[in-house]
């Protein structure tokens, strides 16, 4: 699968096969992450990957319960220990850790897993559950396995809707 394939075939999973996740497939994963780019390569991401099925059970509670989460063969803790804000005003960490997180679901993609970013969770009930310290920012949860439900076709904005050349044009 070539990426403009994997981009085309990412989804958002919301039903998963009761399957671990092969070994081979998690580093795989974790390396696509790995390989981001970040703003001064500070390569302030962390990631907590959770396998053990109570504990992604609590998890799922504390993402508003969206029960699907307990299905997946791991879920990912994306964290950030970067506080930093580049000169155009925007804070690293974020941005950082979302470039790694698709970079996962990109590769995921390629090798028939499938993801979902989990964008509603209470971070304090995340930070309790895994032991992430005060200090420590989390940015987003990541749901990985095996899917048991298709692609939905994607809605989209048209280009012209979201591009204009040369100057502002909305
Ligand atoms: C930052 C972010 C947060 C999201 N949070 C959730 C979430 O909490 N629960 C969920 O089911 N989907 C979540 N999604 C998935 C979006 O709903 C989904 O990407 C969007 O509807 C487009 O569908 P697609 O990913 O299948 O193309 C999130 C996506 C992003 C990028």
Same mark, same amino acid.
């Given at each position: 699968m070539d990426v403009s394939e994997? +981009? !085309?075939n990412r989804?958002? $999973?919301r039903h998963y096969r009761d399957k671990p996740l092969e070994q *081979? /497939? =998690?580093t795989a994963v974790l390396e696509a992450a790995r390989q981001a780019p970040s703003a001064k390569n500070l390569q302030d991401w962390r990631f907590v990957v959770v396998t053990d099925k109570q504990t992604k059970k609590r998890l799922a509670a504390a993402a508003n319960n969206q029960t699907f989460l307990e299905e997946a063969g791991a879920i990912v803790?994306? $964290?950030?220990?970067? %506080? /930093?804000?580049? !000169?155009c005003g925007q804070g690293v960490g974020p941005i950082d850790v979302a470039i790694a997180l698709e970079h996962m679901c990109l590769q995921a993609t390629e090798l028939g897993l499938a993801t979902c970013w989990i964008g509603s969770f209470y971070a304090d009930k995340v930070r309790s559950i895994v032991g +992430?310290? %005060? *200090? +420590?920012?989390?940015?987003? =949860? =990541?749901a990985l396995g095996y899917p048991a439900d298709?692609?939905?076709e994607h809605r989209r904005e048209a280009l012209d809707r979201?591009?204009?050349?040369e100057k502002w044009q909305f």
């Open positions: 994997a +981009i !085309r989804y958002s $999973c *081979n /497939h =998690l803790v994306a $964290c950030t220990v970067s %506080d /930093h804000v580049m !000169r +992430i310290p %005060d *200090n +420590i920012v989390v940015i987003e =949860l =990541l298709a692609p939905k979201i591009v204009s050349f």
